[in-house]
C-alpha cells in the first residue's frame, strides 16, 4: 500500500474521510462533495475486484477538503486503481487537479485526458464524468466557483458571455502561465494547512483569489482565450484615481478586483491595461503597495501617540492582510529603506 504523501497532522485543519473497507467507497456510502447544497455525488469503486471483500487495518482512501472564502481544497490519495462516478446536478465548481503520485484520466463527453507529473486537468464535475485513478496514487484540488470565474471574465471582456465557459481538461504545467497558476496552486494548499495563513485572513484571502482566477482565465486553455488576447479597452487616467481612493478607504477590508473596478467605474479588463499603462504595474501590486503605505502610516502615529493605539507590527501586519512576518518585513524595507519595527522606534523617538 502507498505511503501517503501529505502528514495527516498537516490536514489538522481539514475535514478528512477515511475508509478501510472497499465497501466504504459503493453507493452506500457515498463521498459527496464538502461544500453547502451540493447535489453531486462521488462513488467511488475499486476497479480489482478480488479487493472488494478484503479488509485493511489501514485507510486505503483519503479525502481532507477545506473551504475558505469562494476557494475549496481538497487532498486525496488511493491505495489502489478506483473508478470513480459522478452524478447529480450539473457542478457549480472548475476543478484543477495536480497529481502528488500516480495519473488519472478523466472521461467525459466522449473525450479523455489524462493528469500525471508535469500535466493537471481542469475540469467541471457533473453528471457523465467519470475518473480512472491508477494505483498508490495522490493528488490535490483547487475548486473555484464558475460564477466568480464567468464573473471576472465578463469583467476582463467588458461585456456578457454568449455562452458558458468551458476549460480544456489538459494543463500542461511547463508551459506559459499555467507555470505560474500551479506554483499558485501548491501555494494555496501550503497555506490551507497553516491555522494563521492565508484561508484564515480575508483581506489576504481576497487578494489571492483575484489573483487565481486570473492566473486561470490566462494560463488555461478555454473556449474564449483568444477574445482575452485581442488587446485593451479604451484607457482613461481618472479611472487610476477613483480605484486608488477605494484602495486607500478600504485597504484593511477584504476587496477583490471587482469591487474596485466597480468603484472605477470601468471592467476588470480595463483597469489592469489603465494601470499597466500608466503604473507599471497591476492593481494587485499597486493594492499591495498601498496596503504597506497603510501599516506603515498605523505603525508610525501608534508610535508617535497620534494613532488610536501602539498596536504591535504583527498586529498592523496582519490587518492589512500580510500574515508572513518575515516578508512583510522584506517588503516594508524594499519600499521605505527600514524596517517596520525601525519605523515605529523613530517616531516613537521624534515624538518625545
Known sequence: MAVPVIDPAQLALF??????????????????????????????????????SAKFDKPIFTLATRAAGSILASYADSSFATDVSVDGDEGDLFCFTTMLSGHITLLKNGSSATAMAGRGLVWRPGPGGRLLISDDNARTNVFFKVADVEDALEQMLDQRLRQPLEFGPDLDWGRGLAVSLKRQLDFVMDEFQRPDGVASNPVALASLTDLLIALVLCGAPHNYLDQLDRGASAVVPAYIRRA?????????????????????????????????????????????????????????????????????????????????????????????????????????????
Not at 475508509?19 to 464538502?34: C, F, I, S
Not at 483597469?271 to 499597466?276: A, C, D, I, N, S
Open 15 to 52: 475535514d478528512v474521510v477515511r475508509a478501510r473497507h472497499p465497501g466504504d467507497l459503493d453507493g452506500r456510502l457515498r463521498v459527496t462533495e464538502r461544500v453547502a447544497k451540493s447535489d453531486r455525488i462521488y462513488t467511488y469503486q475499486l476497479q480489482n475486484r478480488a479487493l472488494w
Open 244 to 352: 486608488e481612493d477605494f484602495m486607500r478607504a478600504h485597504g484593511a477590508e477584504p476587496i477583490r478586483m471587482p469591487h474596485v473596478a466597480a468603484a472605477a467605474g470601468c471592467s476588470v479588463r480595463t483597469l489592469g491595461h489603465v494601470f499597466k499603462h500608466f503604473r507599471g504595474s497591476t492593481p494587485l501590486g499597486v493594492l499591495h503597495a498601498i496596503r504597506l503605505e497603510l501599516a506603515r502610516d498605523d505603525l508610525v502615529l501608534g508610535a508617535s501617540g497620534l494613532g488610536a493605539s501602539g498596536a504591535s507590527v504583527t498586529t498592523v501586519a496582519r490587518r492589512y492582510g500580510f500574515t508572513n512576518s518575515s516578508r512583510f518585513a522584506t517588503a516594508f524595507r524594499r519600499r521605505f529603506g527600514e524596517t517596520p519595527a525601525e519605523a515605529a522606534r523613530r517616531s516613537a523617538r521624534s515624538s518625545r
